[in-house]
C-alpha cells in the first residue's frame, strides 16, 4: 500500500500504537489523547499534516527547500509578498489536497505574525505548533 493511499485514521492508529508503547499503556486505557498533547506534545494527524505543509511552504519562501516548490506556488507580487501572499495556485487532479493549492491556502490563512518574513526558522516552527495545537 503505497503512504498517498492510507486515511489518516490509519497513521493516527498506529501513532496511537507507538504512544502507548512509549508510555506502556495498555490499548483500552482512557487519557490516551490527554497523553498525546500534553506530555508527548504530538499533534493528531491532521493537525500533523497542517504542521508540516507549513513548515514546507515557510522553507520555500526563505529559499530552503528544494526548486521544484517554485512551480507549484506563485507569490502575489511584491508588494502584497511582503507578508508572504501567494495569488490562487492553479488546480492539480488531485485537488484541494494538492500542495500547489494546501499549502498557500494555508499560509495564507495564517496571521499576519506567522507570516513575518523577519521571523525565524525556529521561531516559526514553535509559533505554528502551538496555533495548531489551539485550533
Not at 498506529?14 to 499533534?43: F, I, M, P, Q, W
Not at 505543509?53 to 521544484?68: D, E, I, N
Not at 494546501?102 to 506567522?114: E, I, K, M, Q, R
Request: charged fraction near 20%.
Amino acid at each position: 500500500m503505497c503512504l498517498g493511499q492510507c486515511s489518516p485514521d490509519t497513521w493516527q492508529r498506529v501513532l496511537n500504537a507507538a504512544a502507548r508503547v512509549v508510555s506502556s499503556t495498555h490499548k483500552y486505557d482512557r487519557g490516551l489523547s490527554r497523553l498525546l498533547h500534553s506530555e508527548l506534545h504530538c499533534l493528531d494527524v491532521p493537525e500533523r499534516v497542517q504542521y508540516k505543509l507549513g513548515v514546507v511552504v515557510y522553507s520555500y519562501l526563505h529559499g530552503q527547500s528544494p526548486r521544484y516548490l517554485a512551480d507549484l506556488c506563485v507569490p502575489v507580487s511584491d508588494v502584497s509578498a511582503s507578508l508572504g501572499g501567494f495569488s490562487r495556485c492553479r488546480l492539480s487532479t488531485l485537488g484541494p489536497r494538492a500542495f500547489s493549492v494546501a499549502g498557500p491556502s494555508l499560509y495564507n490563512s495564517l496571521p499576519d505574525n506567522l507570516r513575518d518574513p523577519d521571523l525565524g526558522n525556529y521561531s516559526f516552527r514553535l509559533m505554528l505548533k502551538t496555533r495548531v495545537f489551539t485550533l
